[in-house]
């Protein structure tokens, strides 16, 4: 079954912004494998994503890191091809190619004049299902992932203060793994637990192609059935049943304390509801208070107060929601003092933001510029075609449905200032929080 | 073959206190059952014991409280035994039995006569492997398993705070989880769970008999061969791979209020080694420096410098030492605080205590009087033949030998005062503490 909506028609778009109307089509073919479709024929482009519902949250335990491991090694060989042809390949065709991990899902993606979209799906097709890896290659990735965790996270203080923030955000909950695993245990993974992996979770049953640009549906199926439609489903695949969250009733503080910190910040994360299919109206207000709180540089409340005036208490503030996850987002603040306020200082300034917006609820015209900004923002966004292919992946891999994200920016329009207090009010509970303090460490006074 | 130790001919006594040498045997039958005799025949009664090695640290996750729940249904029926028959017939025998899980086991044991050791050899040895549970059972004994976890932990604040605490001292072993479970993963255990679980660990080469009391190694030997002896092992018995700790590198700290709180306290724990089979000295020197800071109700550090003097700061004060665990031990240090002193001050106080403990070291006279104590108390509960049965079996469940049970005592009396300051100023890192507030909820100002 074709299914095919023009997105920009759903939407009440009363902003006189050059808008097009890509149309989005999904269907699925016999062994499972979901199709995607965004047709943009205004370059002779396409890019091509194949997304499976699997991440470093479905890894089994004491073995944190497998997913992305796989990530790195699905760029080894098949029968068809030698390790490293693929990409080699894909920047032979003028092209190019990455991947990437996260707690929900692992995602491939290639873009490329649309002509090449055969050879891609010809290639993507055959490492889904058909992955060869040497000891030597595993031995060698291994290390190359080793690495990457040195320089991305043990070399970098406000990385570690974010792994060790989120360990302790959650207390059962897999969310609380790094997806690049835990270093001791990346350097136990091995060969048949990156392969039994692979077997288990990549087919076509649990997997999502999405292409978009330069095509049409009709072509998109002919190819995906030429290339994927042969590959085997994995026969009772596993239910995405991951442990959840008991109540979290204690409200905690992590200090982190590392001679490297070049700038101290207090960082606070709440649990939060994610986007729900069907229900994202709390979604909704949450987008909407995270810019209310820390979305603009300048106009936003946590900079008007904390970083602008005669004495500006911080040189940066954030608020930020997380929804897109299958199981809990969250909601997080940050704020960098300026030299000489302490963090117990810029906490009690962020904190006082915070209670007096719960108190007064959003300003009128603050409130209407920001809708009008998602929703230009969300036009400007279509523009992109990478981007709205990622949009549909992650939200295919998260518990959404493509007719989820074609209603989003309605139900981010119909939010009401009440109802961001409300929720405001629900996810601001600190017994669900972390509160987090990054500090240069001080020569020992002993 | 039969190994025959002189406890007391090992441990050099210089206290003139009744000792009396009871002697430990091991053997192992031919499918793996390990069995420690500790006979003791002043008395004709006998201590007939059950472990298994697993606990709750080797639940599946997202499947908390399995350990526990089978613990319940191993008291209904077998094909030999109707349900409640097996506690009815050692009470009817005049004797008493009950079952206890932990993080590292399961055991299961009775106290009865010495001639009844032959009957609860047949039944122990019958659920052993032949345990029977419908679905009734199951579903009634969840409803007292939550029950239980209501009453013992859900309405009390003392609870509810040590099990936020756990989870928060861990980042990745299953030692956060709670023993009975959470209560949302209580309620999806099922029948399924509960006997994949047994069918796998329960089995003769994953348990441990112990026998103690007017018993003779060779009678029990008989008596094993005859009632554990024809039991099926577990092929592929999973090996104890817990997902362990990667650095813990933020102090964190957590609140917990409650209206019911009737006293407020300040608790920290701290990440520390477990005993480790051939290098107790670590766990020897921790247990010593509990001893010190928080040992004894009047004398210890903690007491004398809070709980005494002009102005007491402390009502109660406690160091204690866990280092009974396969994987990783923890020290603990907590303080009451007298009514109108802040937990601040309560903790500031106790961390002046360990400041000046690790600056000045242990008092010669203190040193010398905890190590006495500490041998008087090994002789003293020799005396206990159901605490030395529960010795060995926690002690063969968590890594130890009986080797290391038997020496333990000689390697406490080896500790050395710099060996408990060395230690001391090794575990009493923040970096792996969790320091709680226990406080009672106040009425909302707003």
């Not at 990457?148 to 060790?164: K, L, M, N, V, Y």
């Not at 997997?207 to 640009?213: D, N, R, S």
Request: charged residues 25%; aromatic residues 8%.
């Amino acid at each position: 079954m074709l299914r095919r909506l023009g997105l920009a028609a759903a939407t009440a778009l009363t902003l006189s912004l050059p808008a097009f109307a890509e149309a989005v089509t999904d269907f699925r073919l016999a062994n499972g494998l979901e199709v995607v479709v965004i047709e943009d024929h205004r370059a002779p482009v396409v890019t091509h994503m194949v997304w499976y519902r699997v991440g470093a949250a479905d890894e089994p335990p004491g073995h944190s890191g497998i997913a992305h491991f796989l990530e790195h090694l699905m760029f080894k060989g098949t029968d068809e091809l030698k390790p490293g042809e693929f990409s080699a390949t894909v920047e032979a065709q003028g092209g190019d190619d990455n991947a990437f991990t996260s707690w929900d899902y692992t995602a491939y993606f290639q873009r490329v004049a649309a002509d090449r979209l055969d050879l891609m799906m010809k290639m993507e097709a055959d490492r889904m299902r058909d992955l060869q890896m040497s000891e030597d290659d595993v031995k060698t990735e291994r290390q190359v992932v080793l690495e990457e965790r040195s320089q991305r996270t043990d070399s970098d203080p406000d990385a570690i203060f974010g792994e060790q923030r989120r360990a302790a955000q959650y207390l059962n909950h897999p969310y609380g793994i790094p997806i690049i695993g835990w270093r001791h245990e990346i350097e136990q993974l091995d060969r048949e637990d990156a392969f039994s992996f692979y077997r288990t979770y990549y087919a076509p049953n649990n997997a999502i192609l999405v292409v978009a640009g330069d095509v049409t549906p009709d072509e998109v199926k002919r190819l995906a059935e030429t290339h994927y439609g042969a590959l085997e489903p994995t026969e009772n695949l596993p239910p995405r049943l991951r442990p959840q969250e008991p109540p979290q009733l204690a409200e905690r503080r992590l200090t982190f304390t590392d001679p490297r910190v070049a700038q101290p910040y207090v960082a606070r994360s709440y649990l939060a509801p994610a986007r729900e299919s069907g229900a994202q109206e709390k979604a909704a207000a949450l987008t909407i208070l995270a810019e209310l709180l820390g979305g603009s540089p300048t106009t936003s409340l946590l900079a008007s107060a904390l970083q602008f005036g005669e004495a500006p208490k911080a040189v940066w503030s954030q608020a930020y929601y997380d929804g897109s996850a299958l199981d809990s987002g969250s909601f997080s603040v940050a704020v960098v003092p300026v030299p000489g306020v302490s963090l117990q200082a810029a906490e009690e300034a962020m904190d006082a933001v915070i209670a007096d917006f719960l108190k007064t609820g959003p300003d009128p015209e603050d409130f209407a510029r920001i809708k009008t900004q998602l929703r230009a923002h969300d036009i400007y966004s279509r523009d992109n075609v990478d981007g709205l292919a990622r949009r549909y992946g992650a939200a295919l891999t998260t518990g959404l449905t493509v007719e989820d994200v074609e209603r989003w920016p309605e139900v981010l329009q119909a939010v009401t200032p009440e109802e961001v207090v409300a929720t405001a009010r629900e996810v601001f509970d600190r017994r669900r929080a972390v509160t987090g303090w990054l500090e240069q460490e001080e020569e020992e006074s002993q």
